[in-house]
């Protein structure tokens, strides 16, 4: 699936136009502000509850930071959030797959392809175009510039994170979840990563990011602690 995805050309890039998340998530908005809604949500990993019933609304444009111990289920309930995988029990009204972009804390990004191919995924996947002038933006502004033709093998850490935050912000789609998008990065990079989520909120995007980082958080609008709730270890009486 992923090389019927890529075969967008430069070209056909330079020609296409950016479809602005402002108007998708103005036109798919319910007027309500709120935009996730998490009810009673449980997830259990056979006898091992993460989560026990967790209460949660996140408004439109909000740009929330979910932190927490190792262990404490923030992956967990973000990849719930985002629609990438189901409670065991509870509700949420997660996005449609072409709504979202999603920041994987192992950043995931597709071996055999480029960073620019890489980057430019979830747009395509998603329906969405983003223009040549888009992508160079980012790259410059992200520290990539010079590494568009490289394959994440022949990338850092930190720059191979930066790709698959690319990918998330070219992608302008109405919702994004970044699982500890500036883990490895230096704080100058990261700051500048932050501010790129930021903007997105002030767009109408709403960005759910995970992060160990209080310098992280401070970006946020709101922090959710995960270290709040009940946490279950495989085989206590909370399991
Ligand atoms: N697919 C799975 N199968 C079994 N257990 C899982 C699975 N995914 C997560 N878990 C368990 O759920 C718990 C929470 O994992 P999760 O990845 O959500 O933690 P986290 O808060 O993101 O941790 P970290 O900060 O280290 O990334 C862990 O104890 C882990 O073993
Ligand atoms: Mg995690």
């Known amino acids: 699936m992923a ?27 319910p007027v309500s502000p709120r935009a996730l809604q998490a009810h009673n949500l449980t997830k259990r990993f056979g006898k091992h509850k993460v989560l026990d019933g967790l209460e949660l609304s996140i408004n439109s444009g909000e740009f929330v930071a979910i932190m927490g111990p190792s262990g404490s289920g923030k992956t967990t309930l973000l990849r719930i959030l985002s629609g990438l995988d189901k409670p065991s ?5 997660a ?23 890489n980057a430019t995924l979830t747009a395509r996947f998603s329906g969405r175009r983003c223009s040549k002038a888009q992508v160079k933006t980012i790259f410059n502004s992200l520290g990539l510039r010079g590494f568009e033709s490289y394959l994440p093998n022949q990338l850092s850490g930190g720059q191979q ?53 209080q310098r992280a958080a401070a970006y946020a609008d709101r922090v959710i602690d995960l270290a709040k709730e009940p946490l279950a270890t495989p085989g206590s009486k909370n399991s």
Do not use: W
């Open 95 to 117: 996005p449609h797959r072409t709504e979202r972009a999603f920041v994987f804390q192992d950043y995931n990004l597709l071996e055999s392809l480029t960073a620019m191919r």
């Open 3 to 29: 090389s019927i995805l890529c075969d967008c050309s430069d070209e056909s890039m330079q020609k296409s136009e950016t479809r602005s998340h402002v108007a998708t998530a103005s036109a798919n908005s």
């Open 89 to 93: 029990s509870g509700t949420v009204n």
């Open 161 to 213: 994170q930066r790709v698959a935050v690319a990918r998330a912000l070219l992608a302008n789609a109405p919702f994004i979840f970044a699982d500890e998008p500036t883990g490895a990065l230096d704080d100058q990079t990261a700051d500048v990563v932050l501010k790129h989520l930021k903007t997105a909120t002030q767009s109408g995007s709403t960005v759910v990011m995970v992060t160990h980082s």
